[in-house]
């Protein structure tokens, strides 16, 4: 391009190097621009919740002890309607169809997206669904991200990285704490600071919280907390335990979860109505829950903002500041905690929309602040402060559930300003993360991508096939053989062209068969081949379309232990198109793995980089 002339030379890189600033300050105005976004969004949001919840909350008021078992059914079938009807991906918590759209289109996600996913999840919270906000407003800052990436037509690259600030960016205005989400994105949807430009991500994260916290005062921050410490370094060991304890019940809580999911997908009813039947389950839990607050004299911290409601319905922020504050008895931190889990399975396993983070966290405080009183009340000396168990029990619980364990240190201390249990921090989140892993390999985000056949492994997507289509793969032009063609003569073709699959096409130009070399060769002898292909052939061959996923091929393949298909014109069914083997299976896949680590798109036709691949 630039030939051997120094000046043009010099002129070219000079170019590049403005096109690279200029591309750079497009990325950090697009990050500004959706951190602000993001932050906005949080405050609408949040003051949405807050709209609906005083509405929701006058029905039991108004109609007596029932209505609470009412109250989550007419949230659910709002939200059930608006997102079966239009955005299903707007349904669930939010994190793992980020994820999905990540990895497995170039971070794309549909305009719509956002906007349902606000309306739809602040019905489900505000009715009293067990959910947190997180997960809506990560998914609608990635949604932003995403829109001002297609808007100005980014490259795969630069659009991921809007994603992961849109996400970072929506965490952090829901915690106030900017270094925290700005981790959590790059943690959940990356894996690796390399990946992508972390300076844009914590940019967005900043200028969230500073528009959060500008326009929603001091009631920006989730969480409050006394200042606490450690009492003694021999603490830290009933801190490394109950890490221990909470990464085992955190992988616990993840099964109920996806069993309670796969309860309802496989349930008889329409798309409609599962969320409905999940809400009047959540209300028959919170129902029961009301009778228990007063069996165990549980009061929560409620706002004018943030009217009651039962302990195991909404985000649950009223039960975790209580048990910060030490206010909760022992049998009701137990109880509830337990019950958070089943509650928020109802909700958003049956297809609510709402996030998984904030009840994860209640799960955390309830148990550990109820190990926290034991521990006090057994060694008083060693463990003076039993609410700091309530504490470091949440960052332990989600550290174990998420796998997200450099999150869960920095976010705690953001969000009460208390940095004095760093120790306990590092070690209990530590302890939970190591046994959490160990006892299931996929968080709580990418177990539900597992289910549905998609594997993520820190931001890479390995099950790569799924991203490649027959189109891009298929042979277009094969050698063919006649049906009439003898065993003789095409054993003749396999050693010009060797290969050991051909189609069969008659003299009309119709597919008719398959036939493979082992056939040809396993019917001649010594005698000579008297056979003819129509007679090898194998006419019940396997048949795919141009847009069929090549995973789905694959998988198709093993299923008849077969090593080709054929393609056929969708607008005559008789005629071939295209012809795949197992070869160009696993081209496929050596280049969906390359492009993806290059944040490229797959090449139009694979099959001509064969030469390329070997």
């Known amino acids: 391009m630039t030939g051997d002339n120094p000046e043009k030379k010099q002129t070219y890189e000079q170019w590049l190097k403005r096109y690279e600033i200029r591309q750079q300050v497009t990325l950090y105005v697009l990050a500004a621009i959706t951190g602000a976004v993001s932050g906005v969004v949080a405050v609408i949001f949040r003051y949405s919740v807050y709209a609906l919840t005083n509405v929701f909350s006058n029905v039991p008021r108004q109609v007596g002890f029932l209505g609470w078992i009412l109250v989550p059914i007419l949230g659910s079938a709002v939200s059930s309607f608006l997102t079966t009807r239009y955005a299903p991906e707007a349904s669930g918590h939010g994190v793992p169809e980020v994820m999905e759209a990540y990895v497995l289109e170039g971070g794309n996600i549909r305009a719509r997206v956002p906007i349902v996913k606000t309306i739809s999840a602040a019905?489900?919270?505000?009715?009293?669904?067990?959910?947190?906000?997180?997960?809506?407003?990560?998914?609608?800052?990635?949604?932003?991200?995403?829109?001002?990436?297609?808007?100005?037509?980014?490259?795969?690259?630069?659009?991921?990285?809007?994603?992961?600030?849109?996400?970072?960016?929506?965490?952090?205005?829901?915690?106030?704490?900017?270094?925290?989400?700005?981790?959590?994105?790059?943690?959940?949807l990356v894996g690796e600071l390399s990946a992508i430009s972390v300076i844009p991500v914590i940019l967005a994260s900043v200028i969230s919280v500073a528009v959060a916290n500008g326009l929603f005062g001091e009631e920006a921050g989730s969480f409050v907390a006394p200042q606490l410490g450690l009492g003694s370094y021999t603490e830290l060991l009933f801190y490394f335990l109950m890490g221990l304890a909470l990464g085992v019940v955190s992988k616990i809580w993840v099964k109920i979860l996806y069993a309670t999911e796969a309860f309802f997908k496989n349930l008889k009813t329409t798309e409609y109505a599962k969320p409905v039947i999940g809400g009047a389950l959540l209300g028959l839990l919170a129902a029961w829950v009301v009778v228990l607050e007063s069996i165990f004299n549980y009061h929560g911290v409620f706002t004018g903002r943030s009217p009651y409601v039962p302990a195991v319905m909404g985000s649950g922020y009223g039960f975790i500041n209580a048990a910060m504050l030490g206010g909760v008895p022992i049998l009701a931190l137990v109880t509830f905690g337990v019950l958070k889990m089943f509650a928020t399975a109802f909700s958003i396993g049956s297809g609510g929309s709402g996030g998984v983070f904030a009840p994860t966290l209640f799960v955390g405080a309830g148990l550990g602040g109820a190990l926290g009183l034991v521990l006090n009340s057994l060694a008083p000396e060693i463990a003076p402060h039993p609410t700091a168990y309530a504490l470091v029990g949440m960052a332990a619980m989600f550290a174990?559930?998420?796998?997200?364990?450099?999150?869960?240190?920095?976010?705690?201390?953001?969000?009460?300003?208390?940095?004095?249990?760093?120790?306990?921090?590092?070690?209990?989140?530590?302890?939970?993360?190591?046994?959490?892993?160990?006892?299931?390999?996929?968080?709580?985000?990418?177990?539900?991508?597992?289910?549905?056949?998609?594997n993520v492994k820190k931001g890479l997507y390995i099950d790569a096939l799924r991203s490649v289509k027959v189109k891009q793969v298929m042979t277009t032009n094969p050698t063919t053989l006649s049906p009439d063609m003898t065993a003789e003569e095409a054993l003749h073709m396999l050693t010009l062209t060797h290969h050991t699959k051909f189609p069969v096409v008659d003299s009309e130009g119709r597919i008719v068969g398959t036939v493979i070399a082992e056939a040809l060769e396993e019917r001649c002898d010594q005698n000579g081949c008297a056979y003819r292909v129509k007679d090898l052939m194998d006419t019940d061959f396997l048949v795919v379309d141009l847009d069929t996923p090549m995973d789905e091929v694959l998988h198709r393949m093993m299923e008849r232990k077969e090593g080709h298909a054929v393609v056929l014109d969708p607008r005559d069914r008789?005629?071939?198109?295209?012809?795949?083997?197992?070869t160009d299976v696993f081209r496929a896949y050596e280049w969906a793995i390359a492009m993806l680590k290059l944040g490229a798109p797959a090449p139009e036709n694979l099959s001509a980089l064969g030469d390329m691949v070997e």
Request: net charge neutral; hydrophobic share 45%.
């Open 123 to 188: 019905f489900t919270i505000g009715s009293g669904g067990s959910c947190g906000r997180e997960g809506p407003i990560a998914q609608i800052g990635s949604g932003t991200g995403s829109a001002l990436a297609q808007m100005f037509r980014l490259g795969k690259l630069e659009t991921r990285t809007l994603v992961v600030c849109g996400l970072a960016s929506g965490i952090a205005a829901t915690f106030s704490a900017p270094l925290g989400g700005a981790l959590f994105g790059i943690e959940v």
């Open 400 to 454: 174990g559930a998420a796998h997200v364990p450099v999150t869960c240190i920095v976010m705690t201390m953001e969000m009460t300003g208390d940095y004095a249990l760093i120790l306990p921090l590092m070690i209990a989140v530590s302890s939970s993360y190591i046994v959490g892993s160990a006892v299931m390999e996929e968080s709580i985000y990418t177990e539900k991508l597992r289910l549905r056949g998609i």
């Open 574 to 582: 008789t005629k071939m198109i295209g012809f795949l083997t197992k």
